[in-house]
């Protein structure tokens, strides 16, 4: 009778298990894949996060004018194709653009989009000045200055990745027309230079404050010149490392300009005397891309356990634009009057119409990063250039005009800190 019944009890549960199977079992590759799939995102998120490394502006030049760097090039070339490498860096680096990226690993990083707008802000800034440099009126040069503005964060058609695209094949346009004798060349006097040196104080100075807002007491910042009163909101703890990485991206992207408009106008800054303050400049700058050793930005006090890796990149942005004021006051005392005027009209022109095509609202979602990054492009586009004084010669008309035209330009220009 128990043999009877523990057969039957064994039949039963095989027709249990054959008509209600066990399905546990699939659960074990599935998880196994979501693990090997997180652990090949984090290791991507690692490397796709190494900023590059610094390129040789010389090398540069070689490697972007390709079978022509045999012959001659015009004043302005080693600048073109700097700015040419920059927009390529973006483009090319491990992961390639990530500032737009709507799935992982990409969506999930923060501190490599930051470093890409920080680029994308000089160069921005850069192509504005373009046309004030250049002696000739050049459509290409417009044209890349519309390519680069817009909104950074663009994935759909056309996406940020075309438009850079079709600035380089702008930039590279006229690039070729510097080859060419006579058709394209930056002026011989430094044209549009002091202009140029204003923005990228500006910047610096903005970046200094929004680095000095991330600290906690304002008692630290009085060995700075910062006035505590003109700070901005102080930084949320979460967008502390963005702002980090995108001052980080704008020294890198500025030491490779600066290096390359040396190079350009090394007899202009010569005959200014002012060659070893702008290698200073580029000095003070190198120093804020030493390596990062700590896996956070830490954001400590005084002589705490923990660094505070912004106010230390705070130091370096307000002693950089302190030398960048300096820097442009005497190259436009030094710069003739009327080749000034010029430029800066032209200047003004682009600068108007950058304001007048900027669109970068790419984060207005979140409303911590529209503070922080979305006003931040609006102010890169709207700033105009500041012109400077026209001489005497050129008549009281003309001097009335270019002051009405920089005054209009200083009002409807740059926006509030982020």
């Known amino acids: 009778?128990?043999?009877?019944?523990?057969?039957?009890?064994?039949?039963?549960k095989r027709t249990e298990e054959l008509e209600r199977p066990a399905y546990g079992w699939i659960y074990k590759p599935l998880l196994t894949l979501l693990v090997l799939y997180l652990a090949v995102c984090v290791g991507l998120g690692i490397w796709w996060s190494r900023a590059p490394a610094v390129?040789?502006?010389?090398?540069?030049?070689?490697?972007?004018?390709?079978?022509?760097?045999?012959?001659?090039?015009?004043?302005?070339?080693?600048?073109?194709?700097?700015?040419?490498?920059l927009v390529e860096?973006?483009?090319?680096?491990?992961?390639?653009?990530?500032?737009?990226?709507?799935a992982p690993p990409g969506v999930w990083l923060d501190n490599m989009p930051a470093w890409e707008f920080g680029v994308l802000t000089q160069a921005r800034r850069l192509s504005v000045a373009l046309p004030a440099m250049e002696q000739a009126a050049m459509p290409a040069l417009e044209?890349?200055?519309?390519?680069?503005?817009?909104?950074?964060?663009?994935?759909?058609?056309?996406?940020?990745?075309?438009?850079?695209?079709?600035?380089?094949?702008?930039?590279?346009?006229?690039?070729q027309a510097l080859d060419r004798d006579g058709e394209a060349a930056f002026g011989a006097r430094g044209q549009g230079l002091a202009a140029w040196l204003e923005t990228v104080t500006r910047s610096l100075d903005d970046l200094g404050l929004r680095l000095s807002a991330s600290?906690?007491?304002?008692?630290?910042?009085?060995?700075?010149?910062?006035?505590?009163?003109?700070?901005p909101a102080r930084t949320a703890w979460y967008r502390v490392d963005d702002v980090f990485f995108e001052a980080r991206g704008q020294a890198w992207a500025l030491i490779h300009l600066l290096r390359a408009v040396q190079r350009d106008q090394a007899d202009v800054l010569a005959a200014a005397g002012l060659t070893s303050h702008w290698e200073a400049l580029v000095a003070e700058l190198e120093l804020s891309q030493r390596r990062?050793?700590?896996?956070?930005?830490?954001?400590g006090s005084g002589f705490g356990l923990f660094a505070n890796h912004s106010l230390v990149m705070a130091n370096h942005m307000i002693r950089a634009r302190d030398?960048?004021?300096?820097?442009?006051?005497?190259?436009?005392?030094?710069?003739?009057?009327?080749?000034?005027?010029?430029?800066?009209?032209?200047?003004?022109t682009a600068g108007d119409a950058g304001a007048d095509n900027a669109v970068d609202e790419g984060d207005v979602d979140a409303t911590e990063q529209a503070e922080t990054e979305s006003a931040g492009e609006d102010a890169v586009e709207a700033e105009p250039e500041e012109a400077p004084e026209a001489s005497a010669s050129e008549g009281a008309a003309d001097s009335d005009e270019a002051a009405a035209?920089?005054?209009?330009d200083s009002e409807s220009g740059a926006k509030p800190q982020e």
């Open 1 to 12: 009778m128990a043999l009877t019944q523990k057969g039957a009890a064994r039949r039963r």
């Open 215 to 231: 600290i906690g007491p304002r008692a630290e910042l009085r060995d700075l010149d910062i006035d505590a009163e003109a700070l």
């Open 89 to 102: 860096t973006l483009l090319e680096k491990p992961g390639g653009y990530l500032r737009n990226d709507i």
């Open 323 to 348: 030398l960048s004021r300096a820097l442009s006051d005497q190259l436009a005392a030094a710069t003739p009057a009327a080749g000034d005027a010029e430029a800066s009209s032209e200047a003004a």
């Open 55 to 85: 390129f040789d502006v010389e090398q540069a030049v070689i490697d972007q004018r390709g079978t022509t760097a045999q012959t001659p090039a015009s004043r302005g070339a080693v600048t073109t194709a700097s700015l040419m490498t």
């Open 405 to 408: 035209k920089a005054g209009d």
């Open 292 to 299: 990062l050793w700590s896996p956070l930005v830490l954001n």
């Open 143 to 175: 044209d890349v200055r519309e390519r680069l503005a817009g909104d950074s964060g663009d994935w759909l058609y056309p996406s940020t990745e075309r438009r850079l695209t079709q600035a380089l094949e702008a930039l590279d346009g006229y690039l």
